[in-house]
């Protein structure tokens, strides 16, 4: 799934040729099947993961509610400021 809770990135599938060797075909998910695009094929299942390109989550940034607080932690529990500090 890649992160997303609804759509997967892509579709990796195990096939077999003609002459029976099996490999992981990779292509991207959509819907509509007929917009699925071959990312790739690979040997081994994860040579196949390692092709799918996906969006990497940021965490959010942290931010001043006000002067003293931050949105991931409390106060600043009475730290002097640089120029105080001598």
């Known amino acids: 799934m890649r992160h997303d809770p609804v759509l997967p990135a892509a579709i990796i599938t195990r096939q077999k040729t003609a002459e029976g060797v099996e490999y992981f075909r990779a292509v991207t998910w ?3 099947p007929e917009n699925r695009r071959l990312i790739g094929r690979n040997a081994t299942l994860g040579g196949a993961d ?3 390109r996906y969006k990497v ?3 959010p940034v942290a931010s001043p509610k006000d002067g003293n607080q931050w949105t991931h932690g409390g106060p600043r529990h ?5 120029t ?3």
């Not at 009475?78 to 640089?82: E, S």
């Open 30 to 32: 959509d819907l509509e």
């Open 57 to 59: 989550p940021q965490p």
């Open 78 to 82: 009475n730290v002097p400021a640089r």
């Open 84 to 86: 105080e500090r001598g």
């Open 50 to 52: 390692n092709l799918v």
